[in-house]
């Protein structure tokens, strides 16, 4: 059974930094991607970024190219999502999700998913 643990969520002050992790466990993967997903409050989960099992490729969401980063670690079969110069619109609770079979930018297309972290930027 997979299961993926997010942590490092919190309270950060606009301009600053957090450091999201996924680990994965229960299979192995050599299709697909991982993604980061986010939902603020009354709003729809949206895309943030991902990255692919083969190959490593890495895809963002027009509003946090620049900002943040996603990486993974193979031996620790993790996932990460750096998040630099935070803005008080980044408030939402961050998901992360395996897409089996693509790399998809919509969450419907996921198969499976963390349940979630909050992040909190203060203006």
């Known amino acids: 059974q997979v299961q993926l643990v997010e942590s490092g969520g919190g309270l950060v002050q606009a301009g600053g930094s957090l450091r999201l992790s996924c680990a994965a466990s229960g299979r192995s993967f050599s299709t697909g991607a991982m993604g980061w997903f986010r939902q603020g409050p009354g709003k729809e989960r949206e895309f943030v970024a991902g990255i692919r099992w083969s190959g490593g490729g890495t895809y963002y969401a027009d509003f946090v190219k620049g900002r943040f980063i996603i990486f993974r670690d193979n031996v620790e079969n993790t996932v990460y999502l750096q998040m630099n110069s935070l803005k008080p619109e980044d408030t939402a609770t961050y998901f992360c999700?395996?897409?089996?079979?693509?790399?998809?930018?919509?969450?419907?297309?996921?198969?499976?998913w963390g349940q979630g972290t909050q992040v909190t930027v203060s203006s």
């Open positions: 999700a395996v897409d089996t079979t693509g790399s998809s930018l919509h969450p419907y297309e996921y198969d499976y």
